[in-house]
């Protein structure tokens, strides 16, 4: 009995060394060398990237941003860009980065809105990323409510004739369908999601057992018992998918069918269970957050078309004045 109650002891030790330690590789601030031994993403920093972040940042370093600041819930300040077109009329895209990305990294998406649809752009730090404060990630989970505060200040900026849409990649992805939601202002017309989970557990479930060859269960269950104690949030509730289904905007789903970081087949759960107007790209060949750079044409074409089916241009604003 001693025995079994001294492995039971050192069992129970190890399962919850095991979740302070995943809490550290995949939720802590950190860098997170360990996306350089996935064999599922193309790393040439950041770490899921391809050509179009070459043409992204070249174009960002040509822009005149303007550093802006909002504080979070929980009183951490957040860092955005914003650069103001004057072909906009108060259309505005923000856009959400990837893991461990940054809010410039979303050059190339910045530009196909900017130049090409004649957006306004906002492109906001995530927590725990780039220059805005938290020393832990959310997944998109505590990053919702911090992206209904850039919608305010998109508001703020562009007054009540203001239309928004959200674009997300990746993480960034998951972030604007854990926020479609939410209680959306009406300005808030349209929704990209590029790759986006399903959820966090599912994706670190999926994870674990790639990358590390490890069950689900005990450790994904312990690390969300530290992330709760930790950040404030448990992996059980960050659910995109639950999200999706209370959702009234329309989206627009994106997905890659090589994708293997994150499965091609989440788009299909997150597409099924969305009820609201929605549509879907595959990207064939795709790999993770490579349908730009795999298709650029049609990317391009296709997210132009959609936005533009429920972002009224300036032209026909007018004539409805």
């Known amino acids: 009995m001693l025995y079994l109650l001294v492995a039971l002891i050192v069992v129970a030790a190890g399962v919850g060394y095991a979740g302070i330690y995943f809490y550290g590789v995949a939720i802590r ?45 929980e009183g951490l300040k957040m860092q955005g860009y914003y650069l103001a077109s004057e072909r906009a009329a108060g259309r505005t895209v923000i856009v959400a980065h990837g893991y461990s990305g940054k809010a410039k990294d979303m050059g190339a998406t910045a530009k196909n809105y900017y130049e090409n649809l004649g957006y306004n752009v906002l492109l906001p730090d995530a927590r725990g990323h780039g220059k805005s404060e938290g020393d832990y990630i959310g997944f998109g989970w505590p990053e919702r409510r911090d992206y209904l505060k850039w919608i305010g200040f998109v508001l703020q900026e562009n007054g009540p004739d203001a239309q928004i849409v959200l674009h997300g990649v990746s ?38 057992k790639r990358m590390y060859h490890l069950p689900s269960f005990p450790f994904v269950p312990v690390a969300s018992l530290v992330t709760r104690m930790k950040a404030g949030y448990s992996f059980g ?10 959702a ?55 997210v132009g078309e959609f936005v533009e089916r429920y972002v009224h241009s300036p032209a026909a604003a007018e004539s409805v004045r």
């Open 29 to 73: 601030r950190a860098p997170k060398e360990f996306l350089a031994k996935t064999p599922d993403l193309k790393i040439d920093p950041p770490p899921v990237a391809g050509a179009s972040w070459g043409e992204g940042a070249e174009w960002v370093s040509r822009q005149t941003f303007r550093e802006v600041e909002l504080v979070s819930e």
């Open 171 to 208: 993480m960034g992805g998951a972030t604007v369908l854990m926020t479609s939601g939410e209680e959306l202002p009406p300005q808030v017309k349209a929704i990209v999601a590029d790759c986006g989970y399903t959820s966090v557990k599912a994706q670190l479930s999926y994870q674990l």
């Open 248 to 302: 009234k905007v329309p989206i627009l789903f994106i997905h890659g069918d090589a994708d293997t970081f994150v499965p091609f087949d989440m788009m299909n759960e997150l597409y099924e269970a969305c009820r609201s107007p929605k549509e879907q790209l595959v990207v064939r060949g795709a790999g993770h957050g490579l349908a730009y750079d795999t298709d650029k044409s049609t990317y391009i074409r296709t």
């Open 237 to 246: 509730e960050a659910s995109a998918l639950k999200q999706v289904r209370k």
